[in-house]
């Protein structure tokens, strides 16, 4: 059965760092590009950047550009989403989702790990 | 990079069929036949419902369906039911480095 296991739900203060998590299984990893969006409280969905674990090409919205590192690790099949100084401005909810090398849809999704910052 | 333009909202009666347009460029949505939908209930990740445009991914319903025409996309709901309340995001394909794009989500009511 394939599945992406997020990390759990994070409470940091601003300027902290954090390190999320998305663990994949049942599949292939380095077969499928992982990307990452936001989802602040109510709002829409916002495309954050995605890496193909295979080699490590990572790319980013402009928006995170600089305020944001996707990372993977293929040995243990993660993915990983990070920031050296939150702010509370990125509470949110941060979902990952897998995307086949060549196709240009995300088939499966973790179940989002939420980040709440504040002082 | 912008995002991909839906309407807010738009509502629909049970039986009743409503479509969601999503609007790009010719660098993303139009350029490709790489545009897809997700469904969204609240507190839930979202769901993949079509895929290249139109095509449905196993145990999608049939009422759901998806067109382009130019630089815009169209997800149909037909024979609505409670259950298709929800919010609903296009996403494309982009030339840009960026490589996807979203929309900014369209929240279906059955009333």
């Known amino acids: 059965e394939v599945q992406l296991v997020q990390s759990g739900a994070e409470v940091k203060k601003p300027g902290e760092s954090l390190k999320i998590s998305c663990q994949g299984s049942?599949?292939?990893?380095?077969?499928?590009?992982i990307g990452w969006v936001r989802q602040m409280p109510g709002k829409g969905l916002e495309w954050v950047g995605i890496i193909n674990p295979s080699d490590s090409d990572t790319r980013y919205s402009p928006s995170f550009q600089g305020q944001v590192t996707i990372s993977a690790d293929k040995s243990n099949s993660t993915a990983y989403l990070q920031w050296s100084s939150l702010k509370a401005s990125d509470t949110a909810m941060y979902y990952c989702?897998?995307?086949?090398?060549?196709?240009?849809?995300?088939?499966?999704w973790g179940q989002g790990t939420l980040v709440t910052v504040s002082s | 990079q912008s995002a991909l333009t839906q309407p807010a909202s738009v509502s629909g009666s049970p039986g009743q069929s409503i479509t969601i347009s999503c609007t790009g460029t010719s660098s993303d949505l139009g350029g490709y036949n790489y545009v897809s939908w997700y469904q969204q209930h609240p507190g839930k990740a979202p769901k993949l419902m079509i895929y290249?445009?139109?095509n449905r991914p196993s145990g999608v319903s049939n009422r759901f369906s998806g067109s382009k025409s130019g630089n815009t996309a169209s997800l149909t709901i037909s024979g609505l039911q409670a259950e298709d309340e929800a919010d609903y995001y296009c996403?494309?394909?982009?030339?840009?480095?960026?490589?996807?794009?979203f929309g900014g989500g369209t929240k279906l009511t059955v009333l």
């Open positions: 996403n494309s394909y982009t030339s840009s480095s960026t490589l996807e794009v």
């Open positions: 290249d445009v139109s």
């Open positions: 989702m897998r995307r086949m090398l060549g196709r240009h849809y995300f088939d499966y």
């Open positions: 049942g599949y292939s990893f380095t077969f499928y590009w």
